[in-house]
C-alpha cells in the first residue's frame, strides 16, 4: 500500500517543469467567513488545491493504489468524495494536486480533508487528515 509522505491544503499548488519542485502558495489552515445565520448550509466558492506526496511502501516495488478525498463537516457528516489513482508503478515517489473550487459550510468548526486509501473493491482506510478551521462572523 502506497505510503502518504505529505498533504497541504493551499491556494495553489505549481509544479515548475524545469526543477519538476513543487510550490505551495498560501497555505489554508483557516477560513474566515461572513454568515451564513446558524444552522444554514452554504456553498463558498473557494479555490484550494490539495498537494499530496507519495512514496512506494517498497522502493523496489511498483504498486498502484486508488485514494479518494472526503470533508468532513464539525458534525461528523461526509458531504462530498473524489477518487484519484496514486501510480507509482513507474516511480518511487508521485505528487497529487486536487483542485477544489467550492467549500460546503454547515457551521464554524474544524472541517477535515480525509485522505483515504481503498484496501479492497468498497473498504476504504482512512490515512490521514488535514485540518480547516472555519470561523463565521454575522454579516
Not at 35 to 61: C, H, K, N, Y
Not at 75 to 87: A, K, L, M, P, R
Not at 127 to 133: C, E, M, R, S, T
Request: glycine share 4%.
Amino acid at each position: 500500500m502506497s505510503k502518504l509522505l505529505w498533504s497541504i491544503l493551499c491556494k495553489k499548488a505549481s509544479i515548475d517543469q524545469a526543477s519538476n519542485n513543487v510550490s505551495l502558495f498560501e497555505i489554508v489552515d483557516q477560513l474566515n467567513l461572513q454568515g451564513p445565520p446558524p444552522g444554514e448550509r452554504i456553498l463558498v466558492p473557494a479555490q484550494f488545491d490539495l498537494a499530496t506526496l507519495w512514496m512506494r511502501s517498497d522502493v523496489d516495488t511498483p504498486e498502484s493504489d486508488l485514494a479518494r478525498l472526503t470533508i468532513e463537516m464539525p458534525d461528523g457528516e461526509i458531504v462530498e468524495s473524489s477518487t484519484f489513482e496514486v501510480n507509482l508503478a513507474q516511480a518511487v515517489r508521485h505528487r497529487n494536486i486536487l483542485s477544489l473550487s467550492s467549500l460546503p459550510v454547515h457551521g464554524p468548526g474544524l472541517y477535515y480533508f480525509n485522505i483515504e486509501l481503498q484496501e479492497v473493491p468498497g473498504e476504504w482506510k482512512r490515512i490521514h487528515q488535514v485540518p480547516l478551521q472555519v470561523t463565521l462572523s454575522p454579516n
